[in-house]
């Protein structure tokens, strides 16, 4: 019984997670439209968790790609990042590796899409990582709130 309600409430707040990335080039991605979804590892966290980084809301995708793949999700971040007032971006070998775009607000507050790939040690796949945020925080503060001494990058996986 518990599990179907889980199910049911997971299933209420899908259109609602949904219209948070709406008009993203790169929502293909998220949906499993470039990517099967059974490839993809997905995290989805709101509330009380995100206080502290004034972010309301944290969507993560985590895949293995390949070279098609990779050029598809790498366009459409480009085309996210067109939109974009404020951006960093790296280009290696003619592909997108690294992102971090401060998209126009929405009704919800700043949002915020980054990007990072990283090809695999025998050269088969390329890891690609996809998070979206929203909430009243900026690129900058978002920086700042990674300790220096922290595991986890910006630029690398």
Known sequence: MKRILIIT???LLLPVWAR???GLHSQAVFDGKVVPKDRIVETLVKGEYL???N???FHSIRMDVDE???QRISGLVQEDARDAV???MEISHGLLS???LALPPGPDGNRLLGFQSKPSDDGTSTSVIIVYLEGETTLTDLKKSIPTNSKLTLKRL
């Open 9 to 11: 409430t997971l299933l």
């Open 20 to 22: 948070s990335q709406d």
């Open 68 to 70: 098609a793949e990779l």
């Open 55 to 57: 972010i309301t809301l």
């Open 98 to 100: 690294f992102a971090l």
């Open 86 to 88: 404020s951006k960093e």
């Open 51 to 53: 206080k502290d980084y």
